[in-house]
């Protein structure tokens, strides 16, 4: 018997715009190759590209024991704000959500229900490292 529970309507329905920029590990890749045994910096790394989401992001509160039920990893306390996605996302990718203007946030926990559901969980962090956007 397959279970499946379908939430992509409803992440639209109540979903708000957002730009994520997804995280690209800079230990990953090299940035620099070698000429003649003379190691040369690269500059052209390409780096993610922003992509576009209209998903809902709630406010999290310590409190709210409906919301602690679905995310796991006793991470709740951390979040600032939970965003519901339909797509896997590395942690400490950055997200800029336009009710909280001039603040990015980063993804510092998630809850991956894809197995059974189409959404993700994420538990969002205020950035530090980007105050001003």
């Known amino acids: 018997m397959s279970f499946y ?20 590990n800079p230990a990953k890749k090299a940035h620099f190759h070698y000429v003649g045994g003379v ?7 390409p780096e993610a590209q ?3 989401r209209h998903e809902p ?3 999290n509160n ?7 039920q679905f995310y796991t990893g006793g ?5 600032d704000l939970l965003w519901i996605s339909s797509k896997l996302y590395p942690k400490n990718s950055v997200v800029e959500v ?3 203007p001039g603040q990015k946030y980063r993804i510092t926990g998630s809850s991956n229900f894809q197995g059974y559901s189409d ?15």
């Open 5 to 24: 529970i379908p939430f992509a309507d409803m992440l639209d329905s109540f979903g708000v715009d957002l730009t994520v920029y997804p995280y690209d």
């Open 39 to 45: 190691r040369i910096e690269d500059d052209d790394a």
């Open 50 to 52: 922003p992509e576009q």
């Open 57 to 59: 992001v709630v406010p």
């Open 62 to 68: 310590a409190q709210n024991s409906f919301m602690a």
């Open 75 to 79: 991470e709740m306390a951390q979040a």
């Open 98 to 100: 336009p009710s909280q």
């Open 119 to 133: 959404v993700v969980i994420y538990a969002l962090k205020g950035d530090d490292k980007h105050p001003n956007g």
